[in-house]
């Protein structure tokens, strides 16, 4: 893998997330590329191991940007995986409008980044880590890929499904809400909406320590600002995936929060009892929707490399199931 080493930002703004000894170990670890999509360029970092280690991509959700996830892609390095990271267009580093990309976009991105990570590592299999909204894009770019060994996603249903949005209550509210951002799309196709009001960042953001990342977040300026029209409208709009969850067979890990307000953990278990292949359920216990933490991620980043660490090395057509629910 063939990459600078100066961690992709000479900005010291990002530096105010992490402790000292991790921005060390980032910029020590760190990788950064770019690769083109649609003429959009993307900005990539691999937190690098070497050939031999395995491999997984981990981007981000629809809220923050690729190096804001680098305590959790820490994590990962340092139980020895090499960790491929990217902001999609619109976010971070990357170029294109500075008010996201479509749901079509971030799973053609997912796409291109599967084979351009195998090729780093003479083509062998990787894993596939989706978080908040962006588990739903992983999996529809990556199930039943024949260079994907496993899948760990935060999130997971169909586009279209109104559990998507599921803190916009009542439920009739949810198909308002979708009825009138599909006008919106035709009579105004320009339109953006405030990202911070678009969804209930204090929701999030709970915990004391969550809360100072936050307002953080407030002043970075590659924060995202606004979501385009499209972006909002495909959230509600029904998009079949390419392989229904009852035919995956690549082995898909579901982990959600006891005390997740965004997507309740039935979400995830809905979908869990519909997966065909290998798959766990993992419930963590009194925790909020994320965390910034370092004990949050390190809980985190072991549950995922725990079940990639079962499916590495397993073909994609093994049929029997796994735990079912796993409580932490």
């Known amino acids: 893998m063939k990459a600078g080493r100066d961690a992709?930002?000479?900005?010291?703004?990002?530096?105010?997330?992490?402790?000292?000894?991790?921005?060390?170990?980032?910029?020590?670890?760190?990788?950064?590329?770019?690769?083109?999509?649609?003429?959009?360029?993307?900005?990539?970092?691999?937190?690098?191991?070497g050939p031999e280690a395995p491999t997984l991509l981990s981007p981000h959700g629809l809220i923050?940007?690729?190096?804001?996830?680098?305590?959790?892609?820490?994590?990962?390095?340092?139980?020895?995986?090499?960790?491929?990271?990217?902001?999609?267009?619109?976010?971070?580093?990357?170029?294109?409008?500075?008010?996201?990309?479509?749901?079509?976009?971030?799973?053609?991105?997912?796409?291109?980044?599967?084979?351009?990570?195998?090729?780093?590592v003479g083509g062998k299999r990787v894993s596939v880590v989706g978080l908040a909204e962006d588990g739903v894009t992983a999996y529809y770019a990556s199930a039943n890929h024949p260079l994907v060994s496993a899948i760990s996603v935060h999130h997971?249903?169909?586009?279209?499904?109104?559990?998507?949005?599921?803190?916009?209550?009542?439920?009739?509210?949810?198909?308002?809400?979708?009825?009138?951002?599909?006008?919106?799309?035709?009579?105004?196709p320009w339109a953006q909406f405030d990202a911070e009001k678009a969804v209930p960042w204090e929701t999030i953001f709970a915990s004391d320590e969550d809360a100072q990342a936050?307002?953080?977040?407030?002043?970075d300026p590659l924060r995202i600002q606004r979501y385009n029209v499209?972006?909002?409208?495909?959230?509600?709009?029904?998009?079949?995936?390419?392989?229904?969850?009852?035919?995956?067979?690549?082995?898909?890990?579901?982990?959600?929060?006891?005390?997740?307000?965004?997507?309740?953990?039935?979400?995830?278990?809905?979908?869990?009892?519909?997966?065909?292949g290998p798959k766990e359920l993992v419930v963590l216990e009194n925790q909020d929707q994320w965390s910034v933490s370092q004990a949050f991620n390190e809980l985190y980043a072991g549950h995922v490399a725990r079940w990639f660490a079962r499916h590495e090395r397993q073909p994609i057509a093994e049929e029997q199931e796994v735990g079912a629910l796993d409580a932490t």
């Not at 936050?214 to 002043?219: A, K």
């Open 8 to 49: 992709g930002l000479a900005d010291p703004y990002w530096k105010q997330y992490f402790t000292p000894e991790e921005v060390d170990e980032i910029e020590s670890a760190v990788r950064t590329t770019g690769l083109v999509f649609d003429d959009t360029p993307l900005h990539v970092r691999v937190y690098w191991n």
């Open 64 to 120: 923050v940007y690729g190096f804001l996830c680098a305590r959790l892609h820490l994590n990962f390095h340092r139980l020895g995986y090499n960790v491929v990271s990217w902001d999609f267009p619109g976010f971070g580093q990357s170029g294109g409008p500075r008010n996201g990309p479509t749901i079509a976009s971030m799973i053609e991105v997912w796409r291109k980044m599967i084979p351009w990570a195998s090729e780093q």
């Open 156 to 188: 997971l249903l169909e586009f279209g499904d109104l559990e998507n949005v599921a803190w916009v209550n009542p439920r009739w509210m949810r198909r308002l809400h979708g009825w009138g951002i599909a006008a919106i799309e035709k009579i105004a």
């Open 214 to 219: 936050y307002e953080l977040y407030r002043r």
């Open 230 to 276: 499209h972006l909002a409208r495909q959230l509600f709009k029904r998009r079949k995936p390419p392989v229904r969850f009852e035919d995956c067979r690549t082995p898909v890990q579901l982990i959600t929060s006891e005390n997740n307000k965004l997507w309740p953990p039935h979400i995830n278990a809905g979908t869990h009892a519909r997966l065909g």
